[in-house]
């Protein structure tokens, strides 16, 4: 291979009330009343917008080069939108759900798409009050990418055990380390995708589904991983938000790496093997419920395998290209993910600490968006996110699209 496979970052954040803790129907306001369906750029051309609530706002990076580029844009990104959110009267917290909002009190966003989506799914639709962290991996020729499709497909749970980050939903302790998951997966076309045994295979599909009126176009697929219908990536959709800058950028670096490392091997003709639906399945449902401190399916051993060693099998299988992406000390952060557990333990542990107090949760989850961001005590400065003007998507400048 020559070319090292380019990424693009969106996540989705909470907007809170710094008073009642509760979300905030903020997003008109950050945007400066100019109207929730237009995209805005802060700074150099990191684009932030409105989502199916009006309580969410999500980023997304320009195309990103390589791993330092992913943390100088989540960086910037972060510091913008905190900032914008500050100078408006409001905060920001990075989490795949918030503790205690209820989704019949949200407002939707009065823009064509959602509209559509609420009229389509109805309660489905407003009831999916969550957050996630979509990694985009840049390939370029459509057969590779349906190949890779199905054989990262194997690493999703992974993925999404070190990223967990919703154990509450609606003020109750779910049980599980990712309510997020469990909520998304009422949606339609979600999920671990099937197996295509080619690019035109995958194009059959979608085109019965719009041949239908099933959909109105393929962005209507939400699986856990899909080869874009518009740029040319992959994109990795499984994930929670993860709260912390250094756990973000950890799940960047693993996904490149994993994408880069299927490349090689098929450079190589060589494969990785494949594993049906309903055994990925089970494996996601264990992540869903344990995050990092359960145990996985070793497939190939045809047993259970406590998770960090999975991660170590995850870390040795990627190697190969960690120094080539210039990636290692990010995808080697997954290893500190599992001893010292992940958001949703965080706020498992906070939750007890405090006396279980959902309104700590929600502080300690705001205060650690900022950590890495802003120092402790410092004030975004509003002049950061002073100069926004309109951008319109295109010419392949970001790889970010709204779910």
Not at 35 to 41: A, I, K
Not at 177 to 187: D, Q
Not at 218 to 247: G, M, N, Q
């Amino acid at each position: 291979m020559d070319d090292k496979p380019t990424l693009g970052v969106e996540e989705e954040y909470a907007i809170i009330d710094p008073e009642s803790r509760e979300l905030k129907a903020h997003i008109n306001t950050m945007m400066r009343g100019e109207g929730p369906g237009r995209r805005r750029v802060i700074g150099e051309n990191i684009l932030f917008h409105p989502e199916l609530h009006q309580s969410v706002v999500e980023v997304a990076t320009p195309v990103c080069r390589d791993i330092h580029d992913a943390r100088r844009d989540i960086l910037r990104l972060r510091r913008a939108v905190i900032g914008k959110a500050e100078s408006t009267g409001a905060r920001i917290a990075a989490v795949g759900t918030h503790p205690f909002s209820d989704w019949k009190e949200q407002r939707i966003t009065n823009r064509k798409r959602y509209r559509q989506i609420v009229e389509d799914l109805q309660d489905m639709a407003r009831a999916n009050l969550i957050f996630g962290l979509h990694v985009h991996v840049g390939v370029e020729n459509k057969e590779v990418a349906v190949e890779v499709m199905n054989e990262a497909r194997y690493f999703l749970p992974h993925l999404l055990a070190l990223s967990t980050s919703s154990p509450f939903w609606l003020g109750r302790s779910s049980g599980l380390k990712s309510s997020r998951a469990m909520i998304f997966r009422r949606f339609p076309r979600t999920g671990i995708p099937p197996q295509f045994e080619s690019a035109a295979a995958l194009s059959r599909f979608t085109d019965t589904l719009i041949d239908t009126g099933s959909i109105r176009d393929a962005s209507k697929i939400w699986w856990d991983l899909r080869a874009h219908h518009k740029y040319p990536t992959v994109e990795f959709r499984i994930c929670d938000l993860t709260t912390t800058v250094e756990e973000t950028l950890c799940i960047v670096a693993l996904v490149q790496a994993i994408v880069a490392r299927l490349r090689l091997l098929r450079a190589e003709n060589l494969g990785f093997r494949r594993y049906s639906r309903a055994l990925l399945e089970e494996n996601k449902w264990r992540a869903m419920r344990h995050g990092v401190h359960g145990r996985l399916i070793d497939f190939g051993k045809n047993r259970e395998v406590e998770f960090p060693a999975l991660i170590d099998e995850l870390l040795e299988f990627i190697d190969p290209v960690l120094d080539w992406l210039d990636c290692r000390q990010e995808a080697e952060y997954a290893a500190v993910i599992c001893q010292r557990g992940t958001s949703a333990d965080r706020q498992l542990a906070c939750y007890e600490e405090s006396g279980r107090d959902l309104s700590a949760v929600v502080d300690m989850l705001v205060q650690e968006t900022r950590r890495g961001v802003l120092e402790d005590g410092e004030t975004a400065d509003p002049a950061a996110s002073a100069e926004i003007d309109s951008l319109e998507m295109g010419s392949g400048r970001s790889t970010g699209e709204q779910a």
